[in-house]
């Protein structure tokens, strides 16, 4: 079965303290592999996605994440959090043949402290 | 700023009313999509456009009605609601089905 588990449903993070958001994923065939961000009140915002060649992929906001096809994994990553990522991050799954649907992952929501 | 533009922002209606949620983009997208989200849930995929023609309906009940009368624009039509769609409704775009898709902020409906 096709699955996208993001396992934190709530992390907190200092300001300026490093932070790695976990998605993994099933998938029957070559994932395309997005994380969003979303803002209450707002609608989703693509961070960065991966469809094929450099594993580590650098996105916007100074996010990046890395595949490891091993680990079934695209885990998000940004080295010095700033208070204005608080927000709710979805990892998502797509590809060639399901006709624009997308699995999501439930989402964790970050919290920063001060 | 948001490319892709939904009105309106926000909808109170009662259960016998009908009413319309519109979306738009002038990205040259040619798939869009229609997505419903509760809080603290992720999207849940209602319909997809390709090329003006409905693709993929995930049995959304018949009280929920949608439309692409152009390349730019979605519209979703509403009537007879029930209280259990109260929620927020996003619309999507994309190139094409299976590339990056691209938000609205969303309409929130809230059914009386």
């Known amino acids: 079965a096709q699955s996208v588990t993001q396992p934190d449903i709530h992390i907190t993070v200092s300001e300026g303290a490093s932070l790695e958001l976990r998605c993994n994923y099933s998938y029957g065939a070559t994932p395309y592999l997005f994380w969003y961000v979303q803002s209450p009140g707002q609608g989703l915002q693509l961070l960065l996605k991966?469809?094929?060649?450099?594993?580590l992929v650098q996105g916007i906001k100074g996010f990046e994440a890395e595949f490891k096809r091993s680990q079934s994994s695209f885990n998000l990553r940004k080295p010095s959090v700033h208070w204005s990522d608080a927000a709710e991050y979805f990892c998502?799954?797509?590809?060639?043949?399901?006709?624009?649907?997308?699995?999501f992952g439930q989402g964790t929501e970050l919290s920063v402290k001060p | 700023d948001t490319e892709v533009t939904q009105t309106p922002k926000h909808l109170v209606m009662g259960m016998t009313n009908k009413k319309s949620l519109k979306c738009e983009q002038h990205?040259?997208?040619?798939?869009m999509y229609w997505y419903k989200q509760k809080a603290k849930k992720p999207p849940e995929l209602m319909f997809v456009y390709s090329y003006e023609k409905l693709s993929i309906n995930e049995s959304v009940p018949s009280r929920f009605s949608p439309e692409c009368p152009n390349s730019s624009l979605l519209n979703l039509h509403l009537h007879a609601l029930q209280p259990e769609d109260s929620a927020l409704y996003l619309c999507?775009?994309?190139?094409?089905?299976?590339?990056?898709?691209?938000f609205g902020d969303g309409t929130r409906l809230s059914i009386l």
């Open positions: 998502a799954v797509g590809g060639d043949n399901q006709g624009g649907k997308l699995i």
């Open positions: 999507a775009s994309s190139l094409a089905v299976s590339q990056p898709q691209h």
């Open positions: 991966y469809f094929s060649g450099d594993t």
């Open positions: 990205m040259g997208h040619r798939a």
